[in-house]
């Protein structure tokens, strides 16, 4: 059974700091490409950063570059997003999500979604 399990989540400021898990189990890792989302109610879902499986070349949406960055650990099977000068509009549920061949920052091209993780930025 494949599962990605999303976890890091949490109350920060602005200006402040956290990193996201995903831990996947039950699928060949080493060819699988991560990307995180996030949504938020009632606005559509959106990617935020994906990594690749076999390069490990990395993608972000514009208004996240420079301020996060995504790496994966290919031993501990786990994809990290570590994210430094959070603003409030970054405010959501933030969902780990794997797929085979290259990565995406488009949710509709993955197969594996994890359980979202709430990340609130206060100002």
């Known amino acids: 059974e494949v599962q990605l399990q999303a976890s890091g989540g949490g109350l920060v400021q602005a200006g402040g700091s956290l990193r996201l898990s995903c831990a996947a189990s039950?699928?060949?890792?080493?060819?699988?490409?991560v990307g995180w989302f996030r949504q938020v109610p009632g606005k559509k879902r959106e990617g935020v950063s994906c990594?690749?499986?076999?390069?490990?070349?990395?993608y972000y949406k514009d208004s996240v570059k420079g301020r996060f960055t995504i790496s994966r650990d290919e031993p501990k099977h786990t994809v990290y997003l570590q994210m430094n000068s959070l603003r409030p509009e970054d405010t959501a549920v933030y969902y780990c999500?794997?797929?085979?061949?290259?990565?995406?920052?488009?949710?509709?091209?993955?197969?594996?979604w994890g359980q979202g993780t709430q990340v609130t930025v206060s100002s």
């Open positions: 999500a794997g797929k085979g061949g290259s990565s995406s920052l488009r949710g509709d091209d993955y197969d594996y």
């Open positions: 039950g699928i060949s890792f080493d060819d699988y490409a």
């Open positions: 990594i690749s499986s076999n390069n490990g070349r990395t």
